[in-house]
Structure formats: structure tokens, C-alpha cells
Nanobody, 125 residues
């Protein structure tokens, strides 16, 4: 499956952005989908994940209550709605997909087979 992330940009602290991850090539509904983020010099960090069925969702503690993840399998697209953004949310955001991922691995980047190219989110203070 090929993934294309979009929707990043510059936003003020407290603002919102919605990222999209468009999938093509295979049956998107067969994949768990996740968002990770990365800043220079740091490892890729788990943000949120959603299983094939769309329920339940999983979040990093740092974004819980502010971010939501969803998917529209009919449109082969996953979304990350980011509200109440903080400067520390500034990063390149990547979407990822995997088949057959188990719950204990859902927050680990190396268990995802497919990655989008990343989209930059910058939150100004």
C-alpha cells in the first residue's frame, strides 16, 4: 500500500489542524493505521493508532484529549485531527500502516511496513 500524508502547515498555539493520509494500491481496510512524529535529532515518536475496525484508538499521553484519529475506509483515508496545538507538537508527522499488528506492537515504528512521506506541522507560540 502507498501512503500520502498531507495537511501540515503553520498554526498558532491553541489552533487546530487536520492531517490526512491517503492510501492506494491495496485494500486499506485490511491495515491498522498510525501516526508518528519526529523532530531533528530525536527518534520517531508514536502519536496515535487505529485498528482495522476503527475501534478502539490509542494515543500517546502527550496528545490524549487533544488529538483524535479516524479513518474512512470507503475513501481509503485516515485522519489525525489535532486541537489545542502546542509548540511542542511541532514535528514532521508520518502516517504508517501495517497488517496483522498486535496490540503490544502498535506504538512501535519498526512494526509498520508502510510509511507516507511526512508532512510538517509547525506550531508558533
Amino acid at each position: 500500500v502507498q501512503l500520502q500524508a498531507s495537511g501540515g502547515g503553520l498554526v498558532q498555539a491553541g489552533g487546530s489542524l487536520r492531517l490526512s493520509c491517503a492510501a492506494s494500491g491495496r485494500t486499506f481496510s485490511a491495515y491498522a493505521v498510525a501516526w508518528f512524529r519526529q523532530t531533528p535529532g530525536k527518534e520517531r515518536e508514536f502519536v496515535a493508532a487505529l485498528r482495522r475496525s476503527g475501534d478502539p484508538s490509542y494515543f500517546a499521553d502527550s496528545v490524549k484529549g487533544r488529538f483524535t484519529i479516524s479513518r474512512d475506509n470507503a475513501k481509503n483515508t485516515a485522519y489525525l485531527q489535532m486541537n489545542s496545538l502546542k509548540p511542542e507538537d511541532t514535528a514532521i508527522y508520518f502516517c504508517a500502516a501495517a497488517q496483522g499488528i498486535i496490540l503490544s506492537s502498535i506504538r512501535t515504528p519498526r512494526h509498520y511496513n508502510y510509511w507516507g512521506q511526512g508532512t510538517l506541522v509547525t506550531v508558533s507560540s
